[in-house]
């Protein structure tokens, strides 16, 4: 089965979060020589597969089975993959069924590898991912199975592919102000206390303010304001109440204690609470680390093009690969129409892909 047959195959499984609609089932035959460890707990299900070839590095991808709905705005079946003008048309096509059949093509038809090869399927990489990868690389930690390496096929590259790997991720927390104030008649307001003009004091300095400088690797923290409400939805009472959330897609510098100290240089003479919630950690791994060199190499010698070493976008389950020592990147097919209508991507990317990652395991040193 060629890559592109494989990826089709993949692309017919009705995947959505958290249901595999039988893929585990298929991947396991297809890497049927390989050694098999399964989870499956609150509806999600894990698949890690591995073999050992020699003594070396233990070299993992990682990738997720599960697609959001498609919703509406399909011209075609969105689980019958159609191909048209050398593209793939399908949900998932390129979150992230191009990068999962890629790499289980590679690790099945790669040679040579000197040390242990596996890759980590889950099927809730999309919905909350609390029993995915997050709790597989727990029962791998108890097993002695965890990773010195990981690649991570999500989608990356931004207009060509190949043009971008990403090598960290900004981490991301929530936070939600109340300011307090004192509920009224709106035509006796020195009366009341109103929240909305307290906070309209402050408001220019602290909406899409840096919280730090950003550098080589990271943009700057920005508050982010997402929503205000107050009052009632009448001209006549002044609200005794306004709440403000806002998130931070933070970097290694930013953390919930500064942005807890930075909000309160401008609300401390005011009556509020604030709560902040780390939905996901910041994490960096080294450029000169092995696995983003042998990639890079692999890349440039596929493709004629060094990639750039991004750490934009939102979250994925790299973080959780991070979490746990492994030094991990993420690098797959341009990322242009994940989550829409008609997701597609090339036959082209697909293969050169699977090349690519073929070549680092063959070439990995």
């Not at 590679?106 to 399927?121: W, Y």
């Amino acid at each position: 089965m060629d890559v592109i047959s494989l990826f089709k195959k993949l692309l017919t499984f009705k995947s959505i979060t958290p249901n595999d609609d039988g893929a585990m089932e298929f991947i396991k035959n297809y890497l049927k020589d390989f050694e098999v460890i399964e989870t499956q707990k609150e509806g999600v299900k894990n698949l890690f597969i591995y073999k050992k070839f020699g003594n070396g590095d233990h070299l993992c991808f990682g990738g997720h089975i599960d697609v959001v709905p498609p919703g509406d705005g399909w011209n075609s079946n969105p689980f019958e993959p159609i191909e048209k003008d050398g593209f793939i048309y399908a949900r998932g096509a390129q979150d992230m069924k191009s990068g999962l059949a890629a790499f289980l093509w590679a690790i099945k038809n790669a040679k040579n590898f000197k040390g242990t090869l596996s890759a980590l399927i889950t099927s809730d990489e999309e919905g909350e991912a609390i029993w995915g990868t997050k709790y597989m690389l727990e029962v791998l930690k108890q097993k002695n199975l965890l990773p010195d390496y990981a690649i991570v096929a999500e989608p990356t590259c931004e207009k060509v592919f190949g043009d971008s790997i990403k090598i960290g991720r900004r981490g991301s927390i929530n936070g939600v102000l109340k300011k307090i104030g004192l509920q009224g008649h709106a035509a006796y307001p020195e009366k009341s206390i109103n929240p909305i003009h307290k906070v309209a004091e402050v408001l220019h300095k602290i909406a899409g303010a840096n919280l730090d400088k950003g550098d080589e690797f990271f943009a700057p923290s920005k508050l982010v304001i997402t929503d205000i409400r107050a009052g009632m939805e009448v001209t006549n009472v002044t609200p005794g109440e306004l709440k403000m959330m806002f998130n931070v897609r933070n970097n290694t510098q930013t953390n919930k204690e500064k942005i807890k100290n930075f909000i309160h240089q401008y609300f401390k003479d005011m009556n509020y609470t604030l709560t902040l919630t780390q939905s996901a950690e910041p994490f960096i791994t080294n450029p000169n680390t092995k696995v983003v060199k042998n990639l890079d190499k692999a890349i440039k010698e596929i493709t004629n093009i060094t990639p750039k070493h991004s750490t934009t976008g939102g979250t994925s389950d790299a973080r959780f690969f991070a979490k746990y020592g492994v030094k991990v990147v993420e690098f797959g097919v341009k990322n242009d129409t994940i989550h829409a209508p008609n997701e597609r991507t090339t036959k082209e990317e697909v293969e050169k892909l699977s090349k690519i990652f073929k070549k680092v395991i063959e070439e990995w040193e």
